[in-house]
T-cell receptor, first 117, second 110 residues
């Protein structure tokens, strides 16, 4: 079956612009995660959704970052007034469900490489 | 605060060598530990998942162990091949998110 897909694969924008990054999870996966990976670093957690609601958004760096998942499937990560420091690879992952103390394997998409000039 | 540390940061070896990649974590209350592979410009591919009740997992030439008392996990790669060249990431499950190390960049040359 289809895996997690992310669009666009690459996005180049200018400082101060608004961008949207899309994630299509595996069908039937109720949990969806966004991570950000800077050059030479491991991915860092941003936000996770259980269904339509953001269960944990503690990783969002500031209020310029926002994510939605209105129908419990596709998610969009939105970044306002982009800064050069936002340049990174944004990874999305999904799993069948999520819960405190229990882990269901996360499946990752190929990522969106965002470059802010 | 670096919760997950990977050593070495980079490794270059000739084909055929057996390798050891190390991962250490500060919080012993670990639920699960997972090893991933990442090729340049690509997403993450899961290699091995060790449940908290397990001590090791094996898949082909890969073997991962978990020692919660010492806060360490080790990934063994037997008889390395050039196709094993990639970045290897370990991640622990932190209640509701994966917490990653910074990775080990492996290059296996013919």
């Amino acid at each position: 079956g289809a895996g997690v897909s992310q669009t666009p694969s690459n996005k180049v924008t200018e400082k101060g612009k608004y961008v949207e990054l899309r994630c299509d999870p595996i069908s039937g996966h109720t949990a969806l995660y966004w991570y950000r990976q800077s050059l030479g670093q491991g991915p860092e957690f941003l936000i996770y959704f259980q269904g339509t609601g953001a269960a944990d958004d503690s990783g969002l760096p500031n209020d310029r970052f926002f994510a939605v998942r209105p129908e419990g499937s596709v998610s969009t990560l939105k970044i306002q007034r982009t800064e050069r420091g936002d340049s990174a690879v944004y990874l999305c992952a999904s799993s069948v469900s999520s819960g405190s103390g229990s882990y269901n394997e996360q499946f990752f998409g190929p990522g969106t490489r965002l470059t802010v000039l | 605060k670096q919760e997950v540390t990977q050593i070495p940061a980079a490794l270059s070896v000739p084909e055929g060598e057996n390798l050891v990649l190390n991962c250490s974590f500060t919080d012993s209350a670990i639920y699960n530990l997972q090893w991933f592979r990442q090729d340049p410009g690509k997403g993450l591919t899961s290699l091995l998942l060790i449940q908290s009740s397990q001590r090791e997992q094996t898949s082909g030439r890969l073997n991962a162990s978990l020692d919660k008392s010492s806060g360490r996990s080790t990934l063994y790669i037997a008889a390395s091949q050039p196709g094993d060249s990639a970045t290897y990431l370990c991640a622990k499950w932190g209640t509701d998110k994966l917490i990653f190390g910074t990775g080990t960049r492996l290059q296996v040359f013919p």
